[in-house]
C-alpha cells in the first residue's frame, strides 16, 4: 500500500489516475452533502479526515511498496455512505501524498486499491446484510462492521499483491509468503477496531452513523 511511483509501469499509473478521477467525481456528485448542515456530522467529518491523515502516515515495512497502515475505510462507509467516505478518503490520500509517505504518479493506484476497493466492498457488504439478514443490532456490528471491515482489509493485500506481481515489481512467491500473510493481522486489526467504534457509536452517537437506523435494528420485534 502507499505505492511509490518507480514500482509500476507509467501506462498503469495513467490508466489508474483516469480511473481514479471518475470514481472521485461521481463520488462528489453522489455525496450526501446534505446531511454536513448539521454542525456535529461535519464536525464528526474533518475529525475523521484529519485521524485517517495520521493513521495512513504511520505505517510499517521494510521494502517501497510493501508497508501497511490500518484504513478505516469501513468505518468511513458505515458512517457516511459510500460516495462520503470515497470523498473524505480522496482528500486523505491527498494530503499523505503531500507529505511525501506516496508517489503522486501512484495516487490513482492508490486511491483505487485503498479507497476504492475496500469502500465499496464494504457497502456491498452492508447491502447484502440489509437485504437478507435479520433486522438485529448483532447483525449490524458483526457482519457490517467486524467481518466487512476485516475482508475489506485482506481483499486490499490480494489486490496490491496481484498488482505488484503483475508488474514484475516483486515475485508472487516473495509477496505470498513474505506480504500477503501480514493481511491477515492486519485485517483482525482492522476488524477489531472497526467493531469496537461502530459499537460506541451505535449506543451512544447513533445519529452520526448513516447506515444505521435505531428504529430498525434496536426496536423491532423479531
Known amino acids: 500500500m502507499n505505492f511509490p511511483d ?25 455525496a450526501p452533502w446534505r ?22 502516515s504511520i505505517k510499517a515495512g521494510v521494502r517501497p511498496g510493501l508497508d ?10 458505515l ?22 509517505a506516496a508517489g503522486w504518479a ?12 475496500p469502500v465499496l466492498l464494504s457497502h456491498a457488504i452492508f447491502r ?12 449490524y456490528i458483526f ?14 493485500g490480494l489486490a496490491a499483491v496481484a498488482v505488484l506481481s503483475s508488474a514484475g515489481a516483486y515475485s508472487s512467491s516473495y509477496l505470498n509468503t513474505q506480504y500477503l500473510p501480514y493481511f491477515i493481522l492486519m485485517g483482525w486489526s482492522e476488524a477489531m477496531l472497526t467493531g469496537m467504534l461502530i459499537t460506541l457509536l451505535v449506543v451512544y452517537r447513533p445519529g452520526w452513523v448513516y447506515t444505521f437506523n435505531d428504529e430498525r435494528y434496536l426496536k423491532t420485534k423479531p
Open 6 to 30: 518507480i514500482l509500476l509501469p507509467s501506462t498503469l499509473l495513467w490508466v489508474a489516475n483516469g480511473l481514479a478521477l471518475s470514481v472521485i467525481a461521481l463520488a462528489v456528485r453522489l
Open 128 to 139: 447484502i446484510a440489509d437485504a437478507r439478514l435479520p433486522n438485529h443490532l448483532f447483525v
Open 79 to 100: 458512517m457516511f455512505g459510500p460516495w462520503l467516505a470515497l470523498t473524505v478518503l480522496a482528500i486523505v490520500l491527498l494530503a499523505v501524498t503531500l507529505s511525501g
Open 143 to 156: 457482519v457490517n462492521a467486524f467481518f466487512g471491515a476485516g475482508l475489506a482489509m485482506f481483499s486490499c
Open 68 to 77: 501497511f497502515h490500518l484504513l478505516g475505510c469501513t468505518l468511513l462507509t
Open 106 to 117: 501512484s495516487l490513482g493506484i492508490n486511491f483505487l486499491l485503498m479507497a476504492t476497493l
Open 35 to 56: 446531511m454536513l448542515q448539521r454542525p456535529d456530522l461535519l464536525n464528526v467529518c474533518m475529525g475523521a479526515a484529519v485521524a485517517l491523515m495520521l493513521v495512513w
